[in-house]
């Protein structure tokens, strides 16, 4: 699907910039370097299913709780057009994810 424009935040720093993007786009070094290392696509340790974006910023159970705090959302779509992109940086960055990407 269409990724769209990126909306018009107050993000300054370059480095949360490519976060938003890669957490938007679903690529990241975390779900995506297996294939340049040529390694097995990673699996998530807690819910042992395929590691994503979706799987992390919706499903993942380990971060339910950060996400309570942060945000609700049911799909993607939802989450980057209703929730502003600090909110979603708070996330990443209160789980721990934010340096993975």
Known sequence: PDVGDLPHT????????VVLTRSRIGHS?????FIL????????IGCQCIL??????????????????????QNLRELFTTIK???ILGF??????HRLL
């Open 85 to 87: 992109p600090e909110v």
């Open 92 to 97: 990443l960055k209160a789980a721990g994810l």
């Open 29 to 33: 070094r975390l779900t995506h370097s």
């Open 52 to 73: 994503t974006m979706e799987h992390l910023l919706l499903e993942c159970t380990d971060f339910a709780l950060h996400r309570q705090r942060f945000y609700r959302a």
């Open 37 to 44: 290392k040529q390694e097995p696509q990673p699996e998530c």
């Open 10 to 17: 107050s993000v300054e720093h370059r480095r949360d910039q």
